[in-house]
């Protein structure tokens, strides 16, 4: 039986799969021969209410689709902000993860990371009140940093071209961890 590349899309809580970052890299990841599922959350305030519940609601909605898509290749999953509680899901289950504008103030987020198995990307802007530098760098996982760029990775008061040009920076960044600690390719 020959291997499935399959990926989980996991948007924010205002940020859907159509936002930039998820829509660049799912375009990233069908030119690599993935199929991916976008999430849609159901409740999405009712799972930012707390910490606990976003943590528990992410990973159960998320868990509930990789249950209908798991194979022998393990998915890659991918979220943005909101999205990136299901670190603990990719802790306990060792898959691979891009993580865009983490959470990393969440304790259990930041634990799952440190236990991760699988090679995780971190991305994240320094004006993002989400975003550790120092403790990004402490994590196993690599690291795309943006100088400058807030929760949506927008560098605000500069001209809007700096913003599509560090979103270029990112794309870049994401098809290297892709091709290289996801999905190496060979020859």
Request: overall charge negative; proline content about 7%; aromatic content about 6%.
């Amino acid at each position: 039986m020959s291997r499935r590349r399959q990926a989980l899309l996991l948007p924010g809580r205002n940020y859907s799969v159509q936002g930039p970052l998820l829509m660049y890299t799912h375009v990233a990841l069908q030119s690599r021969g993935a199929h991916t599922y976008p999430i849609e959350w159901t409740n999405v305030d009712r799972l930012a209410a707390d910490g606990q519940t976003m943590v528990e609601g992410v990973c159960e909605q998320t868990e509930a689709v990789l249950d209908r898509v798991h194979n022998d290749d393990p998915p890659l999953l991918v979220g943005k902000s909101l999205g990136t509680a299901a670190a603990v899901l990719a802790a306990h289950h060792g898959l691979p993860a891009i993580w865009f504008t983490p959470f990393l103030q969440h304790y259990p987020i930041v634990k799952a990371l440190r236990r991760a198995t699988a090679p995780f990307l971190l991305i994240g802007g320094t004006a993002d009140p989400a975003w550790n530098e120092a403790l990004a760098r402490d994590l196993p996982g690599e690291v795309c940093e943006v100088r400058g760029a807030d929760h949506g990775m927008f560098l605000r008061g500069r001209p809007l071209v700096d913003s599509a040009n560090a979103l270029a920076d990112v794309i870049e960044a994401v098809e290297a961890f892709i091709d290289t600690a996801v999905w190496p390719r060979h020859g």
